[in-house]
């Protein structure tokens, strides 16, 4: 029988996982795409369907589903084990304690308390009131259940005997956030008598909760949410991605939403690649998320340009990540869920009629102005070019200081003087460009690498090299350790089998040799056979001079300190150690 890691990996195929993350490409037999670990510009993230691995050689991280998941989502194993079990549909046993930790321990308190609530909404008779609510609100039973909407009753502490009677403690559950400690050691239930809207994260994963109150005598505020716990964190979540990602991803755009009801009503509509995010501006972590599906995104706004303020930073962020961003414009003093269930077409035609984000600013700006009078120019000027001040493409920038002295009959000069500089919440200045830290890899790791990648594709090739390269020569360790263990292999048999040699190695050696295997696309020599040895013959002269580099370098060195210290003979030897390299 499979243990749950390995019939994870049965089940679930590694090119199918990567991509919903990245674009992959063909490249001979394996696929290649950008990296999404570090910023670059040629890919060199590779991926074997044959090997069910992954590596990348810009950064070197590498591994397989487990490894991957866990870098993306800065998972612990245990947490990324249960993700992909529920991918694969592997139903785990947790009587191996690595299969569990503090977080899916929380997570499953969430699920717990989450089905209860669900229970209660879905059929318990102190729901009804909440059922007919619902109704009125064109909710329909099937909308309940793929959203888990819940109940929680208005009780002081039935959500705790409830999952206290599940052998969860006290502290489990006020780590979660579902109790309030209260006074003489009477913890409460923090929700109570309240429509329940569970918080999943993009694996659907029920982290938190948003709540929405039942009676005007609750003295709560309308909507209370978790509060922030070690797995929920109301930054990285985007509400309802976990069932739109798919549509996002098919469509090639997202649609925001404020409120968590709006992207109820949206779905249950039909237009369902949106997400809400739950009152707040977009930020860095949410618009990672978005980046995985799409690099469009329209965002909904009510009609003024004052409630733009809020949102600018996140619009600020997506320009600055490369997003494209759009704007739904609402009518004034309605939202999506007020539209829908007036009629659910005039939601859809608001949706088509999208428009670039700045052309809605000048719009609105412009929509009670006279631009006749200097002091309604001022007004005008200093909105948009607060907003203008926020782009992070120069082209973009340009075009729209332009469209902007036109509209205002001033010169663009003008406009530049009084561009404000973009400032942080601290009010310091703000860096314009955000450098990232680039990888550094050793070019004779690069080149050695390669090399090795070509002998392992093309066997053939191994005699002619190993006369001409002694293992030395490849500076780093890992590299040169490989190639010694192949000539090695190689001059036993005179032969190469790939598996029979991967069987010899030891284990980090065997992973090694995997990674390698990733980074030749052999069909680009099918049609020059040539190319391979000419290919040969210039990685191992790059080797050869890196080696003769150092080996220089350090020989110079040890001739001066035997000159130094008065010891010619070894001077002399030296020297004439010099001499031969140079011949090399």
Not at 179 to 197: I, K, W
Not at 239 to 244: I, S
Not at 468 to 482: D, N, Q, W
């Amino acid at each position: 029988m499979l243990n749950p890691t390995d019939e994870i990996k049965q089940r679930l195929d590694l090119v199918d996982l990567i991509g919903e993350y990245v674009k992959l490409k063909p490249a001979g037999s394996n696929l290649r795409a950008l990296c999404p670990f570090h910023n670059e510009k040629t890919p060199s993230f590779m991926v074997s369907p044959e090997k069910q691995i992954w590596h990348c050689f810009g950064c070197g991280k590498g591994g397989d589903h487990f490894t991957f998941i866990q870098e993306l989502e800065g998972l612990e194993f245990p947490e990324a084990l249960r993700v992909l079990a529920r991918r694969a549909g592997v139903k785990l046993t947790y009587q191996n304690p690595e299969f569990h930790n503090r977080k899916t321990r929380l997570l499953d308190l969430c699920r717990a308390v989450a089905d209860y609530w669900h229970g209660l909404l879905t059929d318990d008779q102190s729901a009804g009131f909440v059922r007919k609510y619902l109704a009125e609100r064109k909710i329909i039973p099937e909308t309940i259940n793929d959203f888990y909407l819940g109940y929680a009753k208005n009780d002081w502490a039935d959500a705790i005997k409830y999952l206290q009677s599940k052998d969860y403690t006290l502290k489990e559950i006020a780590d979660a956030g579902l109790l309030v400690p209260g006074q003489q050691d009477r913890p409460y239930d923090r929700f109570r008598n309240r429509l329940m809207f569970p918080i999943r994260d993009v694996h659907g994963n029920t982290v938190g909760f948003t709540s929405r109150k039942m009676s005007e005598d609750d003295p709560g505020g309308k909507y209370v949410n978790s509060p922030q716990t070690q797995i929920y964190n109301k930054s990285q979540i985007l509400y309802n991605l976990d069932l739109a990602k798919q549509e996002i991803k098919r469509l090639n755009y997202a649609i925001l939403v404020e409120g968590n009801i709006d992207a109820i009503a949206s779905y249950q509509a039909g237009i369902k690649n949106v997400v809400a995010v739950s009152g707040t501006s977009l930020t860095d972590e949410q618009i990672k998320l978005l980046k995985r599906y799409t690099l469009n995104v329209m965002i909904a706004f009510d009609a003024d340009v004052a409630g733009t303020k809020a949102n600018l930073r996140g619009i600020d962020l997506a320009w600055q990540a490369g997003l494209n961003v759009k704007v739904i414009h609402l009518p004034e003093g309605q939202d999506p869920d007020d539209l829908i269930r007036e009629a659910k077409d005039k939601w859809k035609e608001l949706v088509k009629s999208a428009e670039n984000f700045m052309d809605y600013i000048f719009a609105v700006t412009f929509k009670n102005l006279d631009l006749s009078r200097v002091d309604h120019k001022k007004q005008a000027a200093k909105k948009i070019l607060a907003v203008v001040a926020k782009m992070g493409d120069e082209v973009e920038r340009s075009h729209y200081l332009k469209k902007l002295a036109d509209k205002l009959s001033v010169s663009e000069e003008a406009l530049i003087k009084s561009l404000p500089r973009a400032k942080t919440e601290d009010g310091r200045p703000e860096i314009e460009e955000q450098k990232t830290a680039s990888v550094k890899v050793d070019k004779a790791q690069i080149v050695a690498e390669q090399l090795l990648a070509l002998l392992i594709k093309f066997p053939e090739q191994i005699q002619a090299v190993g006369q001409r390269l002694i293992p030395e020569m490849l500076t780093y360790i890992p590299a040169g350790e490989l190639y010694k263990d192949l000539i090695i292999y190689y001059n036993k048999g005179q032969s190469f089998s790939f598996d029979d040699f991967k069987k010899a190695l030891n284990q980090d050696r065997a992973d090694y040799l995997n990674q390698l295997s990733l980074l030749v696309d052999e069909t680009f020599y099918e049609d020059q056979p040539d190319l391979i040895s000419q290919e040969m013959v210039q990685l191992v002269g790059r080797l050869t001079e890196f080696y003769k580099k150092i080996k220089v370098k350090i020989i110079v060195e040890q001739i001066a300190q035997a000159e130094k210290a008065g010891d010619g003979e070894a001077a002399n030897r030296l020297s004439e150690e010099l001499g031969k390299l140079s011949r090399i």
